[in-house]
């Protein structure tokens, strides 16, 4: 896993968008169509730790736990 997270080059704006969708994926344990289903209101960054709401099977709204490393990524 870590190989993969470490695959994106971290100098161009695709790898760091490629390596902070690994992160958030492998991190949060969305699925891929639940990640990319993500809209700007779903995005809560103003709160003390920032969350996205999931939209899993069904619609409905969940928000995955967020590991450290994936604010991190961010945050980049």
Request: charged share 25%.
């Amino acid at each position: 896993m870590d190989a993969l997270i470490a695959a994106p080059n971290p100098r161009t704006s695709r790898g760091r968008r490629d390596r902070t969708f690994l992160l958030f994926l492998a991190r949060t344990g969305a699925r891929v169509s639940e990640a990319t289903g993500v809209n700007a209101n779903d995005l809560q960054l103003e709160r003390s730790h920032p969350q996205v709401l999931l939209r899993g099977k069904g619609r409905r709204a969940h928000p995955p736990g967020s590991g450290e490393s994936t604010e991190l990524a961010w945050e980049i």
